[in-house]
């Protein structure tokens, strides 16, 4: 089953670990599903095992998260994990030109 398939793979990330959609897409077997494996993770039973709040939108973005609270709690589960999500501090921020 293609969401069992996505849990199992979420549940091998290690505290502070994270991974695209996508690439726990091909982890699961199934590369080309990342909008599918969000919508499997969204559908998650139990986030507190199942760790979905280590999945990132591709490029690094915070993405959704069904639990109360949305992509607030999403950032601060990880930032309690050494996680940080977001643009750069501005003093490592590079120039756009």
Known sequence: DFR???YDAARKLGFGETTTY???????GHAGLARETGAAL??????LVIPCHRIL???GKIGGFSAPGGSATKERMLAMEGVRVGPPPAAQASFGF
């Not at 969204?42 to 986030?47: D, E, I, K, R």
Request: hydrophobic fraction near 55%.
């Open 4 to 6: 069992l398939a996505i």
């Open 22 to 28: 996508g690439e726990l897409a091909r982890r699961a």
């Open 42 to 47: 969204g559908a998650n039973p139990v986030p």
């Open 57 to 59: 939108a591709a490029g």
